[in-house]
């Protein structure tokens, strides 16, 4: 990594979530090199060679950017419903009720 590297446990080398991803947006910005994406003619600051940093996932959670946690069958939940290419919200009803619960009227036939 480049001068903003964290390392919460020297021994490990796994960091808090938090700490690191911060850590590499402020490498981006500092460091990073100004790319257009060809095919969408975007322009984005990447980081020479990418980045990277361990993770300690045996609480069973899932760190994502933001102040929200998500649980592995949930995510992986998510991720199937997207891939199946459904807007039916049976399937995930079924494996996420009490996330996407709040987000939708319970009952047959609902679409996402």
Do not use: C
């Amino acid at each position: 990594m480049f001068p903003t590297q964290v390392d919460d446990d020297a021994t490990t080398g796994v960091v808090n979530f938090q700490n690191a991803y911060r850590a590499v947006l402020l490498e981006t910005m500092h460091y990073g090199v100004v790319e257009l994406n060809e095919r969408t003619g975007v322009r984005i600051k990447a980081l020479p060679g990418g980045a990277s940093f361990k993770l300690d996932l045996s609480s069973g959670t899932v760190p994502e950017p933001g102040n929200r946690r998500t649980f592995p069958g949930v995510a992986a939940a998510e991720l199937a419903w997207q891939v199946l290419g459904t807007r039916d919200a049976t399937f995930i009803m079924q494996h996420a009720p009490k996330v996407w619960g709040k987000f939708l009227d319970v009952g047959a036939g609902d679409k996402a």
